[in-house]
C-alpha cells in the first residue's frame, strides 16, 4: 500500500523560502509520478507542480513556474522523497499543500488514487 506523508509547513512572510517534503513509501509495484496539489479555504483543490518517476521531468502551474521547484530523491526503490521548493512566497500561496502517487504524469487530481494529509502553509503580508 502507497502510504505519503508530508512535512515543512509553517507561517512565513512574504517574500520568504519554504521547502515541504513528502515522504512515500510502499512503492513496491512499478513506478509512480507524485504530484503536489494545494487546497485554500474556500477554494477548490489545484495543481502546483508534479514529478515524473524517474525525476527527469516537471510540470508546474503557472501561478508557481519560476518560483516553486520540484525534485525527488530516489535513492530507495520503494521510499521516495519528493520536495517542493518554495521561493518568493506570496499570500496567495496560502493552503493546505498535499502531494499525491499515480501512474499517470498528470495535472489532474482524479488520476491519483494516493494522497498525504496535508500541511499547511501560512503566509503573512
Known amino acids: 500500500q502507497v502510504q505519503l506523508e508530508e512535512s515543512g509547513g509553517r507561517l512565513v512572510q512574504a517574500g520568504d523560502s519554504l521547502r515541504l517534503s513528502c515522504a512515500a513509501s510502499?512503492?513496491?509495484?512499478?513506478?509512480?509520478?507524485i504530484g503536489w496539489f494545494r487546497e485554500a479555504a474556500g477554494k477548490a483543490r489545484e495543481f502546483v507542480a508534479g514529478?515524473?518517476?524517474?525525476?527527469?521531468?516537471?510540470?508546474?502551474?503557472d501561478s508557481v513556474k519560476g518560483r516553486f521547484t520540484i525534485s525527488r530523491d530516489n535513492a530507495k526503490a520503494t521510499e521516495n522523497t519528493v520536495y517542493l521548493q518554495m521561493n518568493s512566497l506570496k499570500p496567495e500561496d496560502t493552503a493546505v499543500y498535499y502531494c499525491a502517487a499515480g501512474r499517470a504524469r498528470s495535472i489532474l487530481q482524479g488520476t491519483y488514487p494516493f494522497w498525504g494529509q496535508g500541511t499547511q502553509v501560512a503566509v503573512s503580508s
Open positions: 510502499g512503492l513496491t509495484y512499478g513506478y509512480y509520478h
Open positions: 514529478i515524473t518517476w524517474s525525476g527527469s521531468d516537471a510540470d508546474y502551474a
